[in-house]
């Protein structure tokens, strides 16, 4: 075992609360997603080169900086593509994969963006609480346990208690509009009096998402990182961790919860997992499908459709125009509204289905 010292913690670390100062090892013969990784960053990036760090402000990734992240996976339509590796010891080649402090071996990346930054392993952290200080001193011992973002997480739960409404935006992927909707709908439901609740349930692990939500008026937030999860790739099935979020922000007794679902509803985030469950359908008030043109609203009506869901509000940078609010509202029969130009309207169009006790779950 070795003592290191990082310069900057990524924010996907979070749920650990970790010290600058790890114990760490050489190897980590088997690793899994979360586990906690110490790296040296071995290059820079304009385009894609800030650390999220655990109290959410970013900073720049220098050269030879020593990171704390987390290893994990992403499938990013427009951002990058990696995975964990096979195995992970001193010396490795690895890649930033997120601004979180997500890594892995990168596939590929967006063509508007640079090459993944680069970092080489220099351990696996651990917990040196198990140990006795004589044993700290000399830094030899047994090989200890691997530290994993799982170790202290919300339990997966496959029953959902009974609920605030709930309303769910989800879109056609990412950079559809669904944060600017999710947060404008936070704001109008806390000028409005209502205590507000936000859960992020898909993507990879960030706290931007999550802070914005608090910074229009939710008082409570939780996301699948609050589940150990840096992120929700490979997830065979999602909903337990949605469930366990929403028993979760719940316990706080809000009005209303605002869930955003990261990426698109067709993707690899298993955000249709969560869409197929049917606990998690009867209680959601209110749809929101965010899309970028007419072709999206087209293809999320029918994939919704196919899962049983309908459409309350098309919103997104779809009808960033009024042309674009109007057509959808003309030729498809949906309410829509734009959360930039008027999220108040937006906010008033669901107004019928939120903050009413009838709505709210009774098992």
Same mark, same amino acid.
């Given at each position: 075992?070795?003592?290191?010292?990082?310069?900057?913690?990524?924010?996907?670390?979070?749920?650990?609360?970790?010290?600058?100062?790890?114990?760490?090892?050489?190897?980590?013969?088997?690793?899994?997603?979360?586990?906690?990784?110490?790296?040296?960053?071995?290059?820079?990036?304009?385009?894609?080169?800030?650390?999220?760090?655990?109290?959410?402000?970013?900073?720049?990734?220098?050269?030879?900086?020593?990171?704390?992240?987390?290893?994990?996976?992403?499938?990013?339509?427009?951002?990058?593509?990696?995975?964990?590796?096979?195995?992970?010891?001193?010396?490795?080649?690895?890649?930033?994969?997120?601004?979180?402090?997500?890594?892995?071996?990168?596939?590929?990346?967006?063509?508007?963006?640079?090459?993944?930054?680069?970092?080489? *392993?220099? +351990?696996? #952290? =651990?917990?040196?609480?198990?140990?006795? $200080? /004589?044993? !700290?001193?000399?830094?030899?011992?047994?090989?200890?346990?691997?530290?994993?973002?799982?170790?202290?997480?919300?339990?997966?739960?496959?029953?959902?208690?009974?609920?605030?409404?709930?309303?769910?935006?989800?879109?056609?992927?990412?950079?559809?509009?669904?944060?600017?909707?999710?947060?404008?709908?936070?704001?109008?439901?806390?000028?409005?009096?209502?205590?507000?609740?936000?859960?992020?349930?898909?993507?990879?692990?960030?706290?931007?998402?999550?802070?914005?939500?608090?910074?229009?008026?939710?008082?409570?937030?939780?996301?699948?990182?609050?589940?150990?999860?840096?992120?929700?790739?490979?997830?065979?099935?999602?909903?337990?961790?949605?469930?366990?979020?929403?028993?979760?922000?719940?316990?706080?007794?809000?009005?209303?919860?605002?869930?955003?679902?990261?990426?698109?509803? *067709?993707? +690899?985030? #298993? =955000?249709?997992?969560?869409?197929?469950? $049917? /606990?998690? !359908?009867?209680?959601?008030?209110?749809?929101?499908?965010?899309?970028?043109?007419?072709?999206?609203?087209?293809?999320?009506?029918?994939?919704?459709?196919?899962?049983?869901?309908?459409?309350?509000?098309?919103?997104?940078?779809?009808?960033?125009?009024?042309?674009?609010?109007?057509?959808?509202?003309?030729?498809?029969?949906?309410?829509?509204?734009?959360?930039?130009?008027?999220?108040?309207?937006?906010?008033?169009?669901?107004?019928?289905?939120?903050?009413?006790?009838?709505?709210?779950?009774?098992?």
């Amino acid at each position: 075992m070795m003592i290191l010292e990082a310069d900057k913690i990524g924010s996907a670390t979070s749920p650990l609360k970790l010290a600058k100062t790890v114990a760490a090892v050489s190897e980590n013969d088997s690793p899994k997603a979360g586990d906690v990784v110490i790296v040296r960053a071995l290059s820079e990036s304009v385009t894609y080169g800030n650390l999220e760090l655990p109290n959410g402000r970013l900073a720049k990734i220098n050269r030879n900086d020593v990171i704390i992240g987390v290893l994990g996976k992403r499938r990013a339509l427009k951002g990058f593509v990696g995975d964990v590796p096979e195995t992970v010891k001193k010396g490795d080649r690895l890649h930033l994969l997120n601004m979180g402090g997500v890594i892995g071996v990168c596939k590929g990346h967006h063509s508007s963006l640079s090459d993944a930054i680069e970092v080489e *392993v220099l +351990g696996a #952290a =651990v917990s040196d609480s198990e140990f006795s $200080e /004589e044993e !700290k001193s000399n830094l030899k011992t047994q090989k200890p346990s691997i530290l994993n973002i799982a170790d202290k997480a919300l339990q997966p739960t496959d029953f959902l208690k009974p609920s605030a409404p709930i309303v769910v935006v989800a879109g056609t992927c990412m950079n559809s509009g669904k944060t600017v909707a999710a947060t404008e709908i936070i704001k109008q439901a806390h000028l409005a009096g209502l205590k507000v609740c936000g859960a992020k349930m898909s993507g990879v692990a960030c706290l931007r998402d999550t802070l914005n939500m608090e910074d229009h008026g939710a008082f409570a937030t939780a996301s699948f990182l609050d589940c150990g999860l840096p992120s929700t790739v490979g997830v065979e099935n999602l909903a337990p961790v949605a469930k366990a979020i929403l028993n979760h922000l719940n316990t706080f007794e809000p009005d209303l919860i605002v869930v955003e679902l990261g990426d698109g509803i *067709v993707g +690899g985030y #298993a =955000v249709d997992s969560v869409l197929k469950d $049917e /606990e998690i !359908k009867r209680a959601i008030s209110s749809f929101v499908f965010c899309a970028s043109d007419y072709v999206g609203v087209i293809g999320g009506i029918n994939v919704l459709k196919n899962l049983g869901i309908e459409i309350n509000v098309i919103a997104g940078s779809v009808t960033d125009s009024q042309m674009g609010e109007d057509f959808v509202q003309q030729e498809f029969g949906l309410n829509a509204g734009n959360a930039r130009r008027n999220g108040r309207r937006l906010f008033e169009i669901l107004g019928i289905n939120i903050g009413k006790p009838e709505y709210a779950l009774a098992y």
